[in-house]
């Protein structure tokens, strides 16, 4: 039987390289989108012409009860839900002190309390056929902090506290909980970045490149498969923070 997976943010960046990889692995998917309609739209009919099972929704994370919809949804289209994969995130680059308290809550309520309700509104279904697997995408800012990005930074770091917490209160329900920490992903969060950035950054990496979303989405793949891993936060950085 087809595993159910739900991508959180998964039209762009990280999340779309995600969805791609699953869907053409047979998975059934659905790809939650937000402000991304116009990319959603287009990557359904893609899908859709390829035969794949990916459904859309759009739904604002930060939101309970639009999470729930999105899980609803989910249920109704493929009758459960094997996977989640806490995805939506957004970024704030400013000066500590710049920090708005808007700034601060939709950073904190975007990247965090949407991983809180995702992962509450999914467990149910989970706990019920004792089996599931959560994927948090967190950022080796979570581990080691970034200047100019404390929100972002504090949400990552709590990303990974809730999932070694969570894996621990899940496991005898046979959950597996875990995390994956990117290095610097081509996306559109990093094409702030200048050249000159981007080519001092590959010089501190090992590995002498910046990262793909394929590299996590890979990543993403094998943790699903997995059966006895849970509670861990990998990175995945090309040895950027060894």
Known sequence: MRKTIIV???????????VRLLANEGYNVVLNYNKSEEIAEKAKEEYTNKGYNVEIFRADVSKREEVKKLIEFAIDKFGTIDVIVNNAGIDNEKLFQNITDEDWNN????????????????????????????????????TNGGSFAVAYSATKAGIIGLTKSL?????????R???????????????GYSKEDID????E?????????????????????????TGQVIKIDGGWYL
């Open 8 to 18: 959180t943010g998964g039209s762009r960046g990280i999340g779309a390289a995600i």
């Open 200 to 203: 001092n950054i590959k010089e």
């Open 177 to 191: 909980v875990n995390a994956i920490a990117p290095g610097i992903i081509d996306t559109d969060m990093n094409k």
């Open 107 to 142: 950073v904190i309520n975007t990247n965090l309390y949407s991983v809180f309700c995702m992962c509450q509104e999914a467990i149910p279904t989970m706990i019920n056929k004792q089996s599931g697997s959560i994927i948090n995408i967190s950022s080796i800012y979570g």
């Open 167 to 175: 894996a621990k209160e899940l496991g005898p329900s046979n959950i």
């Open 205 to 229: 990496i090992p590995l002498n490149r910046i990262g793909e979303g394929i590299d996590i989405a890979k990543c993403v793949k094998w943790i699903i498969e997995d059966e006895y891993t």
